[in-house]
């Protein structure tokens, strides 16, 4: 069931959202050779403390998997949910993804961000460029009485035009009084099940995963890393954003200004 947020609402993620990009800033910051993924995860946790909130991902339970982390730290071929680990040391090059979700008084805000360390391969960068323009793009075509499928279209187009691929069984999704809620908002095409109409007072969770050679992705041992099928690199960006009556309010920050 989908969730229109009141006025009220709003503000309340709009403050969650202020302390998770604030949060993605503090790991930004952090990201340098010889850094782990836990150094990391344990300054974004204290951090999202010190503002009177707690880390939405730490302790969240799915079909009966408990997550012990207060971020996702997913390196290179690792998409989302990588497990951020001590053992998981930064080292030139490498692509980092960062997601981070933020609970404070009853509202949720969930963004992510890729950073580049080092000098990463040209096609790395091109991947990057074209995960971030998918997610403006697909953020352009939001509005009132749209359907969801324009905004799943919308990643896949510009995924593919630039010669790479929106990863399959990844989506993003409505959040605000709980982390994930409905709708359901493909990256992938083939993953449509059913289409819906955007409406006003939604609050999505937007978030293109693009791979570099394929769009099929396999789950770690762990029961939480996804990882490209091939090896081959990903890039994850996300917004939290409010569906107004004229369009698109982005809730959460661009990083990297």
């Not at 150094?39 to 009177?52: E, N, P, Y």
């Amino acid at each position: 069931m989908v969730i229109l947020k009141s006025d009220v609402d709003v503000e309340g993620v709009r403050e969650a959202a202020r302390i998770a990009s604030q949060a993605l800033r503090v790991a930004k910051d952090l990201i340098r050779e010889g850094v782990s993924a836990k150094d990391i995860d344990d300054a974004v946790r204290d951090f999202i403390i010190s503002q009177g909130a707690r880390p939405s991902f730490l302790g969240y339970e799915v079909e009966d998997k408990i997550y012990r982390y207060s971020t996702c730290v997913s390196i290179n071929n690792e998409i989302v949910h990588g497990l951020p680990l001590h053992s998981k040391v930064l080292k030139a090059p490498m692509l980092i993804k960062v997601d981070v979700g933020v609970y404070k008084d009853g509202y949720h805000a969930d963004t992510a961000w890729t950073f580049a360390l080092g000098n990463v391969p040209e096609k790395a960068r091109k991947l990057m460029m074209a995960t971030k323009e998918a997610l403006y793009r697909a953020l352009d075509v939001i509005r009132p009485g749209r359907k969801i499928s324009d905004v799943t279209f919308t990643i896949d187009r510009v995924a593919r035009r630039y010669g790479f691929y929106p990863a399959e069984n990844l989506t993003g999704h409505g959040v605000g009084l709980e982390l994930h809620e409905d709708p359901v908002i493909p990256n992938n095409p083939k993953d449509l099940d059913k289409d819906g109409r955007i409406r006003r007072g939604m609050i999505l969770a937007i978030e293109p995963m693009i791979n570099e050679s394929t769009e099929r992705i396999v789950t770690l041992h762990d029961g939480w890393t996804v990882v490209t099928a091939d090896g081959g690199w990903s890039a994850h960006y996300e917004h939290t954003i409010f569906v107004s009556a004229d369009g698109v309010e982005i809730l959460t920050e661009d990083v990297d200004g």
